[in-house]
Every structure is written in structure tokens, then in C-alpha cells.
């Protein structure tokens, strides 16, 4: 994607020393646009925990990559010493941010990749290879991911005879989420390109207010029309015919159709469900768990801390970017980041191989191989 009209990816090697990879650092969002070099695996587990970076596909790159440099980090070692720090590094990885399954995808493909070779060397090679692939294979599921869910949108545009497409996600699903075109985001922007009209209801998304922040600032950035909401107003505008679908993403399906999001995904999923507005949700296959049965009992949750909720960031009227508290000094607060939305609520899964029903059958009728 585009920002003031210079391509984007979210994370990418730094074209004058392939050892150092560089990212968005999205905390600073939208008021400031910085860029973060990761050197260490330190790095790397720090802007993946501390939410630098954010998003299921982002996440699984930013943990190759974080794998490629591990790689670097120990390769002086003798092969029995790289082998058992790469174990050290890859727990330090998939602790950062339980709920996302493309985390743990990414750290455990490298560590088969690099299985395959004999010396620290030539795992270094294949590391960098790998982190490589896994971000354009995001880019790539992306954008036919986009493709197959535009077509949706289309028909519904044409049930309105051209009227707009009105639009609601939560959370971040973007590009910013992805290494490029995002998930719930790509078939909006590939139906914008097409010359569909289409508006989209932006939920802010508390705690962190990624909606806010990030798909504000991206729908923005490529002349999408879009409108802020607080969380809550979601089933209001449902009952009132203002919303014809809802796309959000996710940090990890079951193969059953079982969905973990940002938390108030559950509730956005009950209240178009009651409302009969199709309720999809986009994702890669690399989202997917194949071994979770029933996503309530066994996807774990992220509790993260309670300051998140505590203070909200901001600019003030003199420009300055702050940090305020916006509760009694004594008050706690919890802090669950995901919640899970059972298959019964979801209308559609929309991947890079096609729209399946979220289910079982449908899921595994689009991956035999699973």
C-alpha cells in the first residue's frame, strides 16, 4: 500500500544491510511516522510483544525474520550450540503474544527449514530464505484473499444498484496488520479499485484503539471513505439498515470455524446476526489451526496489562503527542485482548483459496491436505 504516494511494506530488509530488518513502528500511529531497525532477537520479541508491530500476518513475518536474526546472532556457535540456541530463541518468540497462531507457524518453519541443513552457515542462508518467502506469501494470500472477497462486495453492490457499500470492521485487518493489503481490508481496497462504491464504519476499538489509530489513518491514506465510531454505536446502525456487511480478521481459526479476534469481536458478530447482516471473516491459511477442535475451550486468550485501559493516548491542542489517565488512580482494570466468536455467527471464511462456510466441512473442503 501506499503512503503519500511511496510504497509500503510493513516490514523489510534494509536495502543497504540485509542483517538488519526494518519495520513500522505502528505505536506512534497516526500522529508520527517512524521507522524501527531490529538487529537482535530482543528486537524482535519486544516489537512484537510491546505491539511495535500488530496483526496475525505481521506478527508470523516479524517472527521469521526475528528467526533470521537469531540465526545471525548464534552463528559463531558449533552446529549442537546453534541448534539449542535456536530452541532458546524460538520459545522467547512464541511466549510474546499467545493468542496468534501465524506466531507459532513461522518460528516453527523456520526451525524445520533450518533442520534440513548441516552447518550454522548454510541455516543462516536458508533462515533468510524462508523469512523471505513467509512475508511474500503473506503479501501474495493477501491480495487473492482480496480478490475472492471483492466479489462479494460486488453483488452487493449490484443488489443496491451502485449504491454505496456500506461497510463495518473492528480492530486492525489491514495492511498495517499484514506485510501488504491486510485481510478484512483487501477485498475494500480491491473493490475502491474497481470502482465500487464503498464506505466503511470504523469501530475504535478500545483498548488501543487500533481502529482509531491504524485503519483510520490507512483507509485514510488511500482515499477511502470511511467514518469513526465508538465501539458500542456497531448495533445501532445494524438496526438501522446503515451497515450491509461486516469483514473483520483474526489472530487464529480453528479448522472447525471457531474465530479469536480483538476483543468486541463477539459482540459486533451477536448483533449482525440478529440483524441478518452477513458476518465474514478474512484470514490467510496460515491463520488456521489445524489441531483446536472447539476455539472456546482451547485457544488461549491474552490477558495484556492494565494500563492499556488505563490511559489512552493522544495529541493535544498545542500538537503534542500524551499519555492520560482516564480513571480514579486506584481503580484495576482488566485487560482481555481477544475474544472468540463461534462458527454458528460467522456467515463466510474468506482465504486465499476461496470463501467457505466456517465449519468443518467447508474449511476442509477448501484444504484437503489438512
Known amino acids: 500500500m501506499k503512503v503519500d504516494d511511496k510504497h509500503f511494506r510493513t516490514i523489510w530488509v534494509n536495502e543497504n544491510d540485509e542483517k538488519i530488518i526494518q519495520i513500522i513502528d505502528q505505536r ?23 505491539m511495535y508491530v500488530h496483526g496475525a500476518g505481521l506478527i508470523g513475518a516479524t517472527a521469521g525474520y526475528g528467526m533470521y536474526i537469531a540465526a545471525l546472532q548464534s552463528s559463531k556457535q558449533n552446529t549442537a550450540a ?10 522467547q518468540l512464541i511466549a510474546t503474544r499467545p493468542t496468534a497462531k501465524n506466531l507459532e507457524w513461522a518460528v516453527k518453519r523456520q526451525l524445520d527449514v533450518m533442520a534440513t541443513s548441516e552447518t ?4 543462516v542462508k536458508l533462515a533468510f530464505i524462508t523469512a523471505n518467502e513467509i512475508a511474500d506469501e503473506d503479501t501474495e494470500y493477501c ?8 466479489k462479494i462486495i460486488e453483488e452487493i453492490s449490484k443488489k443496491k444498484g451502485g449504491e454505496t457499500v456500506n461497510i463495518l470492521t473492528h480492530c486492525n485487518a489491514g495492511w498495517l496488520a499484514f506485510v501488504d493489503y491486510g485481510s ?21 476499538t478500545r483498548p488501543r484503539s487500533q481502529g482509531a489509530s491504524l485503519t483510520s489513518w490507512e483507509l485514510g491514506k488511500h482515499g477511502v471513505p470511511h ?32 474465530v479469536a479476534n480483538k476483543i468486541g469481536t463477539y459482540l459486533k458478530a451477536l448483533a449482525a446476526k440478529d440483524n441478518n447482516v452477513p458476518f465474514y471473516v478474512a484470514l490467510p491459511s496460515s491463520t488456521f489451526d489445524w489441531e483446536m477442535e472447539d476455539g472456546l475451550k482451547e485457544i488461549p486468550i491474552e490477558e495484556r496489562d492494565q494500563e492499556e485501559v488505563r490511559y489512552v493516548w493522544g495529541k493535544n491542542k498545542e500538537g503534542k503527542v500524551e499519555q492520560v489517565l482516564i480513571c ?10 481477544f475474544d472468540v466468536t463461534p462458527s454458528r455467527l460467522i456467515t ?18 477448501l484444504y484437503p491436505n489438512k
Open 120 to 123: 550454522p552457515e548454510e541455516k
Open 143 to 150: 491480495r487473492r484473499l482480496g480478490e475472492h472477497g471483492c
Open 28 to 50: 506512534k500511529l497516526p500522529h508520527l511516522f517512524e521507522i524501527f531497525d531490529i538487529k537482535t532477537v530482543d528486537d524482535a520479541a519486544k516489537a512484537i510483544k510491546e
Open 82 to 91: 546453534f541448534d539449542e540456541d535456536m530452541r532458546k530463541y524460538a520459545d
Open 227 to 258: 467514518t469513526l465510531i465508538v465501539d458500542n454505536v456497531g448495533g445501532h446502525i445494524m438496526q438501522h439498515g446503515m451497515v450491509d456487511m461486516c469483514i473483520v480478521g483474526t489472530d487464529r481459526t480453528t479448522h472447525t470455524g471457531d
Open 328 to 337: 480514579p488512580e486506584t481503580t484495576p482494570a482488566g485487560n482481555y485482548a
Open 348 to 365: 463466510g471464511l474468506i482465504t486465499e483459496r476461496g470463501v467457505c462456510e466456517a465449519s468443518r466441512e467447508g474449511v476442509h473442503g
Open 184 to 204: 478484512a481490508t483487501a477485498p475494500i481496497y480491491a473493490a475502491f479499485e474497481k470502482g465500487i462504491k464503498v464506505h466503511v464504519w470504523v469501530d475504535e
